[in-house]
């Protein structure tokens, strides 16, 4: 059965609002005479805004950035086309199109890798940045570790980011390989499931 609960009463004053929009602004008042003049004077700064973008803040080290495509030793894509990541995507912005090396491929053949990518294009504006796609991949061919956000554009093109952009995006160190580096199939350690040896 449903309880009812009486509307709690309140007074004049709080129902006009004024005392607390005067409360609040005292604080905003309170901040900005400590941040323009105390903090600047005193040698500890208790600023708590910095001039960005000419200060900027270190980011952690497992910040979420701009994502990138990572290459094996070769300068290939370590990405084998296999739509995971898409599919873990929720905000539904990556699109992938599939390509099967030809078979006389000569890295292809000594890596007996099927697919890669002949187009991956990530819309950064729609992404959330939740990092799904990352721990979907099972390649480690998508990683978020480039340190930097996404530089501010008026132009919605300037968000697209199509393979050879994300290909050509480092990691935060500078490294353009994968930072989790698990056997691929043609691997001797791999653990056996290629064209030669199924599930
Ligand atoms: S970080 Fe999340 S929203 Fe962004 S592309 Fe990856 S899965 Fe999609
Ligand atoms: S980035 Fe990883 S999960 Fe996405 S398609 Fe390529 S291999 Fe699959």
Do not use: W
């Amino acid at each position: 059965m449903a309880k009812l609960i009486d509307k709690p009463k309140m007074t004049a004053a709080e129902s006009v609002y004024v005392p607390e929009i005067a409360k609040g602004l005292g604080v905003t008042i309170g901040r900005f005479f400590n941040n323009t003049f105390r903090s600047r004077q005193s040698e500890k700064n208790e600023i708590d805004t910095i001039s960005y973008p000419e200060e900027k803040r270190t980011y952690p080290e497992r910040f979420r950035g701009v994502h990138r495509l990572t290459h094996r030793s070769d300068g290939s894509p370590r990405c084998v086309a296999c739509l995971c990541c898409s599919t873990a995507c929720p905000a539904q912005c990556i699109h992938i199109e599939a390509g099967e090396y030809p078979a006389d491929d000569p890295s292809a053949e000594s890596r007996v890798i099927e697919k890669f990518p002949t187009a991956f294009v990530i819309d950064e504006l729609r992404c959330i940045f939740c990092g799904f796609c990352v721990e979907a991949c099972p390649c480690d061919a998508i990683r978020m570790d480039s340190g930097f956000h996404m530089p501010p554009s008026t132009q919605r093109s300037h968000f697209i980011f199509d393979k050879e952009m994300l290909m050509a995006i480092p990691a935060a160190d500078g490294s353009v390989e994968t930072h989790n580096p698990r056997p691929e199939p043609g691997d001797a350690k791999h653990p056996g499931v290629d064209r030669e040896h199924g599930h």
